[in-house]
């Protein structure tokens, strides 16, 4: 039995004759002991049409009227968020303006946490939930590429070498202290932060990270879930720079990625690197898998499954991938089907885009089939140098430039920022309205 397992019994067990102020306080400490689960902690879902942490600051007539504008402002935010998220930066200004309207129709839930309340101002931090089918179709009418596909997890050691120290789970660490604050969760592409407990200690060093082979790290991957571990080896000499290197290893071999990044302090350019970094594969991923409208193209696939009810299953799953706008069915009998697919993209990014629906798609002899597969996730991101070099600079408020308007001003690092949300809430913190 876990350590998690022997708390949570045990607190069932005192807390069965008490009422719900005492089982909501319990709940608190099963989650406490939650966090002693190791990599199963850390391995927490990661749901892309949820954001969290936007601050709303609204004023009105009395406290009600504050209220209700702030829960508007939160909706806008967040489903802006969620857009900005699924689609290129370069595709940002021409996206259109949310209303109220918008807000309600594409989030499906709502909640404030840390409310302030006067007379006339309502001031609290949102979470929010949208709707993926009304997202979905929000996006196809805008015309602009996007992409709803997740990549497979991937496990991060950020190792850091300064002048006579080499650490990697040891403290103090700038550089993961930096991968820490930035925000990975609720991502196209899941980084997992490697715990850096006795089980992690066991597995690697960070003498043994630094270039070092699936062989090598699959114990450790194994733990997390994963098939991908991004080694980020941040040397820091003179000065507040960091020369980074990024090892992405898999079972098939590994690649390496080289940048630098600098700051005012060693944590300033660590800061910049881990966001860089993350920027260049969300980046990278969203190039590869966007849907491109103007590339449509029609595919034909045989369809293979052991029943009518897997039959309607695949069905349900092709509707829901972005990248197909349309199913035609051609024949159907008792263990397959013929089909044309309507599809904005090219077959790369469909695969990807079906995989994570757990649909394999192959093409064998010239003839694409599919079928259910067990992969429950589209393949790992690949860093990719091409991509545009240009990240927008944080802005106070984050409704989207209209169509026309000039592009916000590059600045340091990539596109594709996922920590709108965090950086806003850190934004409007320091403001003087707050």
């Not at 600079?393 to 340091?412: E, I, K, M, Q």
Request: aromatic content about 6%; glycine content about 8%; cysteine-free.
């Amino acid at each position: 039995m876990s350590l998690a397992q022997a708390a949570t019994r045990t607190l069932d067990e005192a807390v069965r004759p008490f009422g719900l102020s005492q089982l909501v306080f319990a709940a608190v400490l099963i989650g406490l002991a939650g966090m002693f689960s190791s990599a199963a902690w850390a391995q927490a879902s990661s749901d892309i049409y949820t954001v969290t942490g936007v601050s709303v600051d609204a004023t009105g007539a009395d406290a009600a009227q504050a209220r209700e504008k702030a829960l508007t402002q939160g909706r806008i935010k967040a489903a802006d968020e969620v857009l900005r998220r699924f689609t290129l930066y370069s595709d940002w200004p021409r996206l259109p303006e949310l209303t109220a309207a918008d807000g309600e129709l594409l989030v499906t839930g709502i909640g404030i946490a840390n409310e302030r309340a006067s007379g006339t101002r309502y001031l609290g931090d949102v979470t929010a939930r949208l709707n993926p089918q009304q997202v979905r179709r929000f996006l196809r009418q805008s015309g602009v590429r996007f992409t709803e596909n997740q990549a497979a997890p991937s496990l991060l050691l950020p190792v850091l070498d300064t002048p006579g120290v080499r650490v990697l789970f040891d403290e103090p660490n700038p550089w993961r202290a930096a991968w820490e604050s930035i925000g990975l969760s609720n991502s196209l592409v899941p980084i997992r932060l490697a715990l850096g407990d006795l089980q992690d200690f066991s597995a690697i060093d960070a003498g043994g990270a630094i270039g070092a082979d699936w062989a090598a790290l699959e114990q450790i991957a194994g733990r997390y879930g994963v098939e991908q571990v991004l080694v980020a080896h941040a040397r820091g000499g003179d000065g507040n720079q960091l020369e980074v290197t990024l090892y992405r290893v898999t079972p098939r071999g590994v690649d390496e990625t080289r940048r630098n990044f600098q700051g005012e302090t060693i944590e300033a350019a660590s800061i910049a690197g881990a966001e860089g970094l993350r920027n260049s594969l969300i980046a990278s991923w969203k190039t590869q898998n966007a849907v491109a409208f103007g590339l449509e193209q029609t595919v034909a696939v045989s369809v293979e499954f052991a029943s009518l009810a897997e039959w309607a299953a695949i069905r349900q799953r092709l509707n829901s991938a972005s990248i197909v706008q349309s199913v035609d069915v051609v024949a159907v009998s008792p263990r397959g089907a013929q089909v044309n697919l309507r599809v904005s993209g090219p077959m790369p990014a469909l695969r990807s885009n079906l995989a994570q629906r757990q649909l394999r798609l192959l093409d064998e002899g010239g003839v694409w089939t599919l079928a259910f597969s067990s992969a429950a996730a589209a393949p790992a991101p690949i860093l990719n140098d091409a991509v545009e070099a240009t990240q927008p600079t944080p802005v106070a408020n984050p409704t989207r430039t209209a169509p026309g308007s000039a592009s916000p001003a590059p600045s340091r690092g990539l596109p594709e920022d996922e920590a709108i949300a965090d950086r806003l809430t850190r934004q409007n913190a320091s403001s003087p309205n707050r």
